[in-house]
Structures are given as structure tokens and as C-alpha cells.
């Protein structure tokens, strides 16, 4: 079968066709026009570069169904654009279904009355972005594509390394040459093609949006399968609210960094709402990003729509993305549910780091620090409600970004292997 | 004031499948003109309505983001290339 590519401008009769290839998704489309596209490698409109979005035609989904299904993302399946037979996705690691800890020692520091932390520093390369590329590499041998590529400021690389590895798929993977060096050596172990740029992550990704046009063959996941990758982020909401007891929290709190995970949180909730899985009940949706990357945060406080690109300076280097393409829908999202977004300088992205693993025993890498920041200015600034229910993501684990806590955490003591230098330490 | 522009994937139908065109400008206003005089409609994909970049198309002169510079007046210099990318980003 010759590979689908981003090169077919008209919709190629057949391509698409055959029955749940896709599960019960049935098309792309543009988000800002509307216009609709077969399912296909292709991410913008032709007629207005509005990004394309994943449309479904759900037949009922039942809360028993999906309790049955595997401990992983893939009891959602029947909500995602994959073809519903597990014989015909990818091996992959099994991401997702991560824990949902009721965190009251952190609650109790913040003057809150419940608070959540969903942890998907358990995902198997440790970040949520597992869950992207498990549906990504599902549209790749989907479409017949053998290399899997993508542009990351760390975690996704991991997860695409790791992913295509377990898939025996090539793997293209593109990053900042200044990245953290455990996301380097982290992705490098898993033996596919590592290309560090002299740039920022958008001068990759603009870099990745050209190769693109010309490799027809390969699958980028965040830029050519971008409306697939995206619907992996919806089972963060999905797992949420069956982990709550199929019912939505009061108000979250979401990293951002290009705005998709927050905008598919939301769809997700909105989507069991009207499926009827959960009481649609009003939630607050809000952001956080760093001082340091803040142009969704920027926009949100200047009362904007559209978002004006910042060049980053920030520790937390999975989230510097200066320019976010879901910024603006992540702005309406914040807006229509009555949310904020906030942002927080590293020093106190530090903080929250050492605050969620001091209260919750909970090491989050510095995206994790914004969010608990962002959560604790918020409540200063009473934009969020202390006393109602409130789920915070903590996307990433710690020990891919010890950089950035180094220099404030260490041994208590070093001393001699004798009792006599144990009693100075005075314990 | 010979400028290349590479073309994106979707506006490849206009410029009968070429991936880079020469056009002349001396800024990107007056590029984006040059490249409708050619190739005309692909002005209209390119601004909306009013004449500004439409919200979801990045264009980049010598790999510098226009907004970083001085958008539609931003100088393109001959020999520079301009690149026109939909706007896509996460990872
Ligand atoms: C750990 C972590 N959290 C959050 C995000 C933000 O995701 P999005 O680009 O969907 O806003 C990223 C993205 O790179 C990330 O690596
Ligand atoms: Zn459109």
C-alpha cells in the first residue's frame, strides 16, 4: 500500500474508507472554518491554515464497557480515532491509566479543602506524552507510515523513541541541542535517530514543519499526525473522572506549553458529559505556564485572542514553546469555563517542585513546579476557589530534570562511617 | 530583489506543485503581493479579509519569525528566503 502523505490535496476516494480503520472517528476538521477532510496525514485547512481537528460519530459508549477494558489508555479506546481491535494498533508499552493521589498534606499547606494530584509521572518513559504518541504511531500504521518523527523539548522525545522502538518503527526524533541532559541521554538510549538543533524548540519545530513537506513518508507525529496525537491527551480527562467516580472536579490546573493538553482536558469533559457518562456539571479550567514562556498567560491577562510569540528563558524547558499553535483555543477555554492563566518566575517553579515532593511524595519535573506555583498564586490571588474540589497535573517525573534542583537540595549531612560523626550531626 | 519563498504543502496546487518559487519584494507585503500577481488566489490563503496574516500561518524571512519583526512590513532583502508555515507546535 503506498504510504498516504500530506501531498494529496484532493480527498482521495477509498483512502479513509475502509470500516473503523479509524474506530468511529469519521473525519477531519478545521476547526476554524469548518471545512472537512478525509482521515489523512494532513494537519491545516487548505482554505484558511486553521489546524484540523479528529470529528467522530459515537455509537453509545457504556461506563460497564470501559471498566472492563486493559489498565491503560486503551480502555478508551471506542472514544479515540484508532481501529478497535487491539491486533491492529501498534505494541506499544501500555500507557496511561495513571494514579489520581487525593493529596490533603498539600491541600492542608495551601488551605485547601479537597485537592487531587493525577501523577503521569507513571507512564512507562515518565510524562504524559506517552499517551500522544500511543495514538500517533496507531494513525502511522494506520496510514502505511514506517517512520515516526517529531519535534520535542524532551518528553515527547522519550516517548517517541521509546514507542517506536517497542513498535519496531524508525524513529526521527528532532530537540534542542540545549535540552537537559537526561532527556538527551534518555531518548538516545533507545537507539533511533537523535538530531540536536542549534535553536530553540519552535526554531525545530518550524524546522520540522519544512522537512515535512517533503517527506511525505514519514509521520511527524505532532505536526503531520497532529489531529490523531492530539485525541491522546483526552484520556488524562477521561481518567480523571472514572478515577473521581464518573464525575467532573470543580476546577484543574494545566501545564501549558503549545495549549493542546489543556484544550483536550476540556473536550474530553465535554464529550462524557454529553455521552451521558458523567452529570455535566460546570468545571473551571486554568493554565500555568512559566514567567519565562508566558505568551498564553501574557495574552490571557492583556484580554487578547490572539497570541503574540515570546523567545523563552525558562528552567522548565518542557513548556517553551513561544509560540503555542492551541494558544488561542486554550485562551477560550480558560475564558468560557471562567478559568485563569497564570504564570510564575523558575524560582518559585522551583518551590513548587520541592513543595509537592515534600507534602505528597511527589517528584515532578519542572512543568510539575508550575502547575503547584500556579495553583498557589491563583489561590493568593483568589482567582481559584480553596474550597472547591480541584485536580492539579503533575505531567512529568523529576528525575529527568534534576538540573534544575541541583543547587537546592542535597545531603543533610556527609559525614564519617563512625557513631561519633552521626551524634555531631546533632539527630 | 529576488526573494525565494518555499511553499507549504497546501498551497502547493497553485504553484503547480513547485515547492519554491522566486518572486520580487522588497518586503513581505510586497512578496505576498508578487506571489498573488503569479499565482493568483494564493494571496487570499495567505491574508484574511482585512489584509493581515491570517491567525493560523506563520511565515518565517531567513528562519526570524515576522512577528518578531515588522510583520507584512517586515524588509526581504534579495537573496533572502521566506518560508510559509502552518501554524503547528507541541512536544
Ligand atoms: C511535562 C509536560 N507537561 C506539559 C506539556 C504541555 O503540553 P501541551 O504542548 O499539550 O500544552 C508538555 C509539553 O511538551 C510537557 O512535556
Ligand atoms: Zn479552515
Known amino acids: 500500500m503506498p504510504a498516504l502523505d500530506a501531498t494529496d490535496v484532493a480527498p482521495t476516494p477509498g483512502r479513509g474508507a475502509s470500516p473503523r480503520r479509524f474506530g468511529s472517528a469519521t473525519a477531519l476538521v478545521c476547526r476554524e472554518c469548518g471545512a472537512t477532510y478525509d482521515l489523512s496525514a494532513r494537519y491545516a485547512c487548505e482554505e484558511c491554515f486553521g489546524p484540523l481537528e479528529v470529528a467522530y460519530d459515537h455509537p453509545p459508549v457504556r461506563r460497564a464497557d470501559i471498566e472492563a477494558g486493559p489498565p491503560s489508555l486503551w480502555r478508551y479506546a471506542d472514544l479515540l480515532p484508532v481501529p478497535p481491535d487491539p491486533a491492529d494498533r501498534p505494541t506499544d508499552l501500555a500507557p496511561g491509566w495513571t494514579r489520581l493521589h487525593r493529596a490533603d498534606r498539600l491541600a492542608a499547606e495551601l488551605g485547601m479543602r479537597r485537592l487531587w494530584v493525577k501523577d503521569d509521572s507513571g507512564n512507562p518513559t515518565h510524562s504524559f506524552k506517552d499517551r500522544v504518541v500511543a495514538v500517533a504511531l496507531t494513525a502511522a500504521r494506520t496510514l502505511g507510515l514506517s517512520t515516526v518523527a517529531c519535534a520535542s523539548t524532551g518528553n515527547l522525545a522519550n516517548a517517541v523513541a521509546a514507542a517506536a522502538a517497542r513498535a519496531g518503527l524508525r524513529s526521527v526524533v528532532l530537540v534542542p541541542a540545549d535540552l537537559e541532559a537526561g532527556k538527551i541521554v534518555s531518548t538516545a538510549a533507545y537507539g533511533g535517530t537523535l538530531v540536536a538543533v542549534e535553536g530553540s524548540y519552535d526554531d525545530v519545530n518550524r524546522l520540522c514543519s519544512e522537512v515535512a513537506f517533503d517527506r511525505a513518508d514519514w509521520g511527524f507525529v505532532n505536526v503531520t499526525l497532529r489531529p490523531f496525537y492530539a485525541e491522546g491527551s483526552k484520556t488524562v480527562g477521561y481518567e480523571v473522572a472514572e478515577q473521581l467516580g464518573w464525575r467532573l472536579p470543580d476546577q484543574v490546573v494545566v501545564p501549558v506549553a503549545s495549549g493542546s493538553l489543556l484544550t483536550k482536558v476540556d473536550k474530553a469533559w465535554r464529550e462524557l458529559g454529553s455521552a451521558g457518562l458523567v452529570e455535566p456539571t460546570p468545571y473551571r479550567v486554568f493554565g500555568a505556564q512559566a514567567t519565562g514562556c508566558a505568551p498564553v498567560s501574557r495574552a490571557f491577562a492583556a484580554g487578547l485572542d490572539v497570541v503574540a510569540p515570546v523567545r523563552p528563558a525558562t528552567i522548565a524547558k518542557s513548556l517553551a514553546i513561544g509560540n503555542p499553535a492551541d494558544g488561542p483555543y486554550a485562551l477560550d477555554v480558560a475564558r468560557r469555563t471562567g478559568g485563569a492563566v497564570g504564570d510564575v518566575p523558575d524560582e518559585e517553579i522551583v518551590e513548587g517542585i520541592r513543595l509537592l515532593a515534600r507534602t505528597e511524595g511527589i517528584f515532578a519535573e519542572t512543568a510539575g513546579g508550575v502547575t503547584v506555583a500556579v495553583l498557589r498564586r491563583l489561590l493568593e490571588s483568589g482567582q481559584l476557589d480553596p474550597d472547591a474540589e480541584t485536580v492539579v497535573l503533575n505531567t512529568g517525573d523529576g528525575l529527568k530534570t534534576l538540573d534544575a534542583v541541583v543547587d537546592v537540595v542535597g545531603p543533610t549531612a556527609t559525614i564519617r562511617p563512625s557513631y561519633e560523626s552521626f551524634q555531631e550531626v546533632g539527630l | ?91
Open chain 2, 1 to 91: 530583489m529576488s526573494v525565494t519563498v518555499r511553499v507549504p504543502t497546501i498551497l502547493r496546487t497553485y504553484t503547480k506543485g513547485a515547492a519554491e518559487v522566486t518572486v520580487e519584494g522588497a518586503t513581505l507585503a510586497d512578496v505576498v503581493a508578487g506571489l498573488d500577481a503569479t499565482y493568483p488566489g494564493i494571496g487570499a490563503r495567505v491574508l484574511d479579509d482585512e489584509g493581515r496574516l491570517r491567525r493560523f500561518v506563520n511565515v518565517y524571512v531567513d528562519d526570524e519569525d515576522v512577528r518578531f519583526a515588522d510583520g507584512l512590513g517586515t524588509p526581504t532583502p534579495a537573496g533572502s528566503t521566506v518560508s510559509v508555515i502552518p501554524a503547528v507546535a507541541g512536544g
